[in-house]
């Protein structure tokens, strides 16, 4: 196995663990935001990810060397993963179940072949977008046989979980060319700041206007909320973004996005075991299509012009 080869079979590990953990958390927001309002819950999130990531920065163990040039180049990749993106993805889930939110948060790598062609100028075959369609025709099988009742507030949370979809298909498209600039821990440090910002303050500002700023701290001493929100700081928020990074490093962003489809299947597991939310015929039936069109895309086309060189 050369170099090339073995550092793009890192990369699909990555992007495996990637969409494991993110299948997962989906039903661990939805276990938090039961407990505290959802901008407590993404304040909380990224106070406690900031905290962990920075400690070997502070002890020197990782050099963090940025300019002020390259700050205001990264920051707009933390407006969209992890602000836009998981404060339209925790809104969302008030009114939506987690299963939903993965089957929703499926059709991400649609929007991202669209994005990626128009700005990264990426080539995928016939074959892959065929693959791609299956893998998105899995989640609209699941979806339909669900048969989910339209209530207006489960309408709302739908709107807000594919709002948050195109925020992640939008960020996957902008870190591509980001990844291979800068380290992935640079990367991580950067977002998770804005998001450590961004959330507390919202959070603050919240609290101060109703009063109510022992709200703030009252969610902390409920030990399955800091279960869960560790789960969400340390492996969704912070070791999720590390392994996307790396990940975009050397796999195109349509690539990367349609391991988002294993996120959903990753999402009825667990909703069905930990949640109890029920599991039917018709999941395995889409979850084999979702998998098939996951393999298909990442097996097929690879003949020239269809693969963006690696960082050298």
Not at 227 to 245: D, R, V, W
Request: glycine share 8%.
């Amino acid at each position: 196995m050369n170099n090339n080869t073995q550092t793009r079979t890192y990369a699909y590990v990555a992007a495996v663990l990637y969409a494991a953990i993110i299948g997962l958390s989906f039903l661990f927001v939805k276990m938090t935001v039961s407990v505290a309002h959802p901008i407590d819950v993404l304040a909380h999130r990224f106070a406690l990810s900031l905290l962990v990531v920075s400690i070997p920065v502070i002890f020197g163990w990782i050099k963090i060397k940025l300019t002020l040039r390259d700050l205001w180049r990264i920051i707009p990749l933390g407006l969209l993963s992890p602000v836009l993106f998981f404060a339209f993805q925790a809104f969302g889930l008030v009114s939506s179940n987690s299963s939903e939110a993965g089957i929703i948060q499926a059709m991400a790598p649609v929007f991202t072949l669209v994005l990626a062609s128009i700005f990264l100028k990426e080539r995928t075959s016939i074959m892959q977008k065929l693959f791609l369609l299956l893998s998105v025709a899995g989640v609209v099988f699941i979806f339909l046989m669900k048969g989910s009742g339209m209530s207006a507030g489960n309408f709302k949370g739908i709107a807000l979980l594919l709002l948050s979809t195109v925020c992640f298909a939008g960020y996957g498209v902008l870190a591509r060319p980001l990844a291979q600039k800068y380290k992935p821990m640079e990367l991580t440090w950067v977002t998770l700041m804005v998001g450590f910002v961004v959330f507390n303050a919202a959070s603050l500002i919240r609290h101060v206007s109703n009063g109510t700023m022992m709200d703030y701290v009252k969610p902390l001493g409920d030990a399955s909320y800091l279960g869960a929100l560790a789960y969400l700081a340390i492996l969704s928020t912070m070791f999720s973004t590390l392994l996307a990074s790396y990940a975009l490093t050397h796999l195109e962003a349509s690539k990367m996005s349609v391991f988002s489809n294993l996120s959903t299947l990753i999402s009825i597991a667990g909703g069905a075991w930990i949640l109890h939310e029920p599991v039917h015929g018709y999941h395995f039936i889409g979850a084999l299509l979702i998998i098939a069109g996951v393999l298909g895309t990442n097996m097929s086309g690879r003949k020239r012009g269809l693969v963006i060189p690696d960082k050298a």
